[in-house]
């Protein structure tokens, strides 16, 4: 059973870090790309960052790049979200998901999601 | 940004049909997916680009269109169906969802 467990959030001051793991386990994790989507309260779902297969390639959207650092050690099957200079908006669940690069890049599957606020 | 603007809240009575629509701002050629998510989840492929079943998806769930405009159908409509579905593209840079259209059974 593909399982992807997220941890590391939590409550946090602006303008501090956080550092997000996503620990995956039930697939060969280091035969797919990656992914980090968000969801603030109430909202609906935005894309922040992915991740190639050896993690040589990193995307992210505008409003995160030069702050968020995606990563990952496939050694450990662990996918990673450094964020830096932390702000209000940055409030969200963040949900590690997994890309079917066969399916045309769908996220396939997705953690339950780990809680930032962003808050002094 | 590939805007996805999908339809308003919808309210159906189980046994019935429903159909979600998700306009493109651009092409997205087949890579539209569909995912529901329920209050308190994670978000749940049902379908991927277009029309695909993700597995152990039921039946009752459907999906066609291409380059900007897609459905997503619920037929028939169970009680348990009740969520919010996002449509998705990832035919374009960066990766954008739709707004979510929250079904409510009557």
């Known amino acids: 059973e593909v399982q992807l467990v997220e941890s590391g959030g939590g409550l946090v001051q602006p303008g501090r870090s956080l550092k997000l793991s996503c620990a995956a386990s039930g697939f060969t994790f280091s035969n797919y790309d990656m992914a980090w989507v968000r969801q603030a309260p109430t909202k609906g779902l935005e894309w922040v960052a992915s991740i190639s297969t050896g993690g040589g390639n990193t995307y992210y959207r505008d409003s995160v790049k030069g702050r968020f650092t995606i990563s990952r050690d496939n050694a450990k099957s662990t996918l990673y979200l450094q964020m830096d200079s932390l702000r209000s908006e940055d409030t969200a669940t963040y949900y590690c998901?997994?890309?079917?690069?066969?399916?045309?890049?769908?996220?396939?599957?997705w953690g339950q999601g780990a809680s930032v606020t962003v808050s002094s | 940004d590939t805007v996805l603007t999908q339809s308003p809240a919808l309210a159906v009575s189980p046994g019935e049909r429903v159909t979600i629509s998700c306009r493109a701002s651009e092409s997205v050629s087949t890579l539209m997916h569909w995912y529901q998510q329920k209050p308190g989840q994670q978000p749940k492929l049902l379908i991927y680009?277009?029309?695909n079943l993700a597995s152990g998806v039921p039946a009752r769930f459907s999906g066609s269109g291409s380059g900007t405009d897609f459905t997503f159908t619920i037929d028939p409509v169970e009680a348990d169906d009740i969520a919010t579905y996002y449509c998705h593209q990832s035919w374009n840079s960066p990766l954008t969802f739709g707004s979510g259209t929250k079904l409510e059974i009557k």
């Open positions: 680009k277009a029309s």
């Open positions: 998901a997994r890309h079917a690069r066969v399916y045309g890049y769908v996220m396939d599957a």
